[in-house]
């Protein structure tokens, strides 16, 4: 599937729209039209249930050490400042980041390389010179080189040091070829020379991907959200939108143990926004500025965590596979020692095989993490930082805790075993939207079906999980007459206390099961001649179009049945 077609689709058929559209958009933000609402309601409602009201705690599930209790909160987007400064987020949720002189655009640092292969300019240069993307030069052609700079490289690469002082970027390549005649230049070498203007004062450049200017080096740039509460807007009254939920959830802790009897080992969950100042959004929704997570920290014995990670690696990973992302596309990732925050004991990833990403790569879907006792200790005592193999709380020049704790007692007492702990923590963390961005992907189909006339013609439809499909399923009219119509609308009334149902007698029957297809509506009920004289009626099946009769009556039972499943 390319992107594009189900990008198309999301905006002809109401499931995302750029934010602000008629204003040009607002990069990084995106709005959910009338069926993008009810495919993430569905996403939300299926984590929320399967993970905290349908959980029972009376019964061990398979693989946990034991039974436990899960619960919930719903915290506000912003929060006292100290919650951030003590969490890390303040001095260490940055991420490095370059500027281009030419067109004054910011770039990620560790984005850049991705982005130049998919650069318009680099495309437009390799097809000039005849190369591809891991081909190694001997010999450049600075004849081509300047020929490209002077015609095509003028519309899309204007910041290139090679389009705007052509003769000093080629000398500048020629003396390196010259040097080492025998040794290729990467493609990688070539575009850095062509992006130098100065290489005795600044040496080889990276280019910016959009424009080919030169980038400055990379500076750090803290992803929050800032805000002021209040009238006055001074540093005093600073504030941030939170860039997870899961703050919420510790600085809670109490209060939920406080108001509830839940008993370690439990879980509190949230579902809310978060907000992340990223500097390159891209790839649709899957980074956006402003998106959804839905996070669960469960809180156990430290002896017992490694078994509650392994446990919650698991079954998050599976949430997944049992609405519908399939197998190869779908992986549970490991993390390297290298890859570990400083807190964590062993975090996994969730990663799909996005379409927009290249062979073989995979984006992140959601993290599991063992965080230990950082999160609440850092909010009893203040920002932790690693001495040798322990956290110690971070000093300032006169010995001082640089970020104050609570001073809260946040450790937990077991009244049976009288043993008082700081519990362990296990964060299985996911994103909303990117869930839906992958179930949007891989119910992306195309086949061929018969139109009304019986000829096969290219079919597209999204084959969600009927738990996820935002329309249920849709009643029809075979034609809108001989009380056909009033038959159907009587099964629509008495679907639609139940279930997200939707009427149409518009058009074609073909055309109307095809804009259902479309839009993954997994039954379509249709009311024709035969209803009128045994009171059945035909569902239909999205994915194998197969066509049965049931009781106009039995509608209601037939289709919740089915989407069980
Ligand atoms: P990435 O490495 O992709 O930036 P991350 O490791 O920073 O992600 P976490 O902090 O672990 O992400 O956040 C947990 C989840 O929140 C992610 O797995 C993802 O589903 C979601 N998420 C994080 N950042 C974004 C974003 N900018 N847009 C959409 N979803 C996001």
């Known amino acids: 599937?390319?992107?594009?077609?189900?990008?198309?689709?999301?905006?002809?058929?109401?499931?995302?729209?750029?934010?602000?559209?008629?204003?040009?958009?607002?990069?990084?933000?995106?709005?959910?039209?009338?069926?993008?609402?009810?495919?993430?309601?569905?996403?939300?409602?299926?984590?929320?249930?399967?993970?905290?009201?349908?959980?029972?705690?009376?019964?061990?599930?398979?693989?946990?050490?034991?039974?436990?209790?899960?619960?919930?909160?719903?915290?506000t987007i912003i929060m006292h400042p100290q919650v951030w400064k003590c969490s890390g987020h303040y001095d260490l949720f940055h991420d490095m980041m370059q500027t281009c002189r030419q067109c004054k655009k910011l770039f990620r640092a560790d984005h850049i390389g991705e982005m130049l292969k998919e650069s318009e300019w680099v495309n437009s240069l390799a097809t000039a010179m005849s190369f591809g993307p891991h081909d190694k030069l001997l010999k450049v052609d600075g004849a081509a080189l300047m020929k490209w700079a002077k015609t095509k490289g003028k519309k899309v690469a204007p910041g290139l040091a090679l389009v705007r002082k052509p003769e000093v970027t080629l000398s500048w390549l020629a003396e390196h070829v010259a040097k080492d005649p025998n040794t290729p230049l990467t493609i990688a070498e070539l575009l850095q020379y062509i992006a130098t203007e100065q290489l005795n004062v600044t040496g080889p450049q990276i280019p910016c991907p959009l424009c080919g200017g030169d980038l400055t080096e990379p500076r750090e740039f803290n992803l929050m959200f800032e805000t002021y509460t209040g009238a006055m807007r001074d540093d005093n009254n600073k504030t941030f939108l939170r860039p997870e939920t899961a703050q919420g959830i510790f600085v809670n802790f109490k209060n939920v143990l406080d108001s509830t009897r839940v008993k370690i080992p439990f879980g509190i969950a949230q579902i809310g926004k978060s907000f992340r100042n990223e500097i390159t959004p891209r790839n649709f929704t899957f980074r956006s500025r402003e998106f959804e997570q839905m996070e669960i920290e469960f809180f156990c014995h430290p002896s017992t965590s490694h078994a509650w990670y392994k446990y919650w690696r698991d079954l998050r990973y599976k949430w997944y596979v049992d609405l519908?992302?399939?197998?190869?596309?779908?992986?549970?990732?490991?993390h390297t020692k290298e890859e570990l925050s400083h807190y964590s004991c062993g975090t996994a990833d969730i990663e799909y095989a996005f379409p927009f990403l290249p062979p073989g790569e995979f984006g992140e879907l959601e993290g599991v993490a063992h965080r230990g006792d950082f999160d609440l200790r850092s909010h009893m005592e203040g920002k932790l930082v690693h001495s040798g193999e322990s956290l110690v709380v971070e000093l300032d020049a006169e010995g001082k805790p640089r970020y104050r704790g609570s001073g809260k007692d946040l450790t937990y007492f077991d009244d049976q075993t009288r043993e008082k702990y700081i519990p362990h923590v296990i964060e299985p963390s996911a994103g909303a939207d990117r869930a839906a961005l992958a179930y949007l992907c891989e119910a992306y189909s195309e086949d061929e079906a018969p139109d009304e006339n019986g000829v096969p013609v290219k079919r597209v439809f999204l084959k969600f999980?009927?738990?996820?499909?935002?329309?249920?399923?849709?009643?029809?009219?075979?034609?809108?007459?001989?009380?056909?119509?009033?038959?159907?609308?009587?099964?629509?009334?008495?679907?639609?206390p139940h279930l997200n149902v939707f009427y149409d007698e518009k058009g074609a029957v073909g055309r109307r099961y095809r804009r259902q297809d479309e839009v993954g509506t997994p039954f379509c009920i249709t009311v024709d001649g035969q209803t009128l004289q045994d009171g059945t009626v035909t569902i239909r099946d999205r994915d194998t179009l197969k066509q049965w009769r049931v009781k106009k009556e039995d509608c209601l039972s037939e289709i919740k049945e089915r989407l069980k499943t």
């Open 324 to 334: 519908g992302l399939a197998s190869d596309r779908l992986r549970l990732r490991d």
């Open 465 to 496: 999980h009927p738990r996820l499909a935002p329309i249920k399923a849709a009643v029809f009219p075979l034609v809108k007459k001989d009380g056909m119509p009033e038959i159907a609308k009587e099964i629509y009334c008495s679907l639609k």
């Open 1 to 75: 599937m390319e992107m594009e077609q189900l990008v198309a689709l999301c905006k002809r058929r109401g499931f995302l729209f750029q934010s602000s559209e008629i204003y040009g958009g607002l990069n990084g933000f995106w709005d959910y039209g009338p069926l993008g609402v009810e495919l993430k309601r569905n996403i939300r409602e299926a984590w929320w249930r399967d993970m905290v009201t349908a959980h029972n705690e009376l019964e061990v599930p398979s693989g946990a050490p034991s039974a436990y209790e899960m619960t919930g909160v719903d915290c």
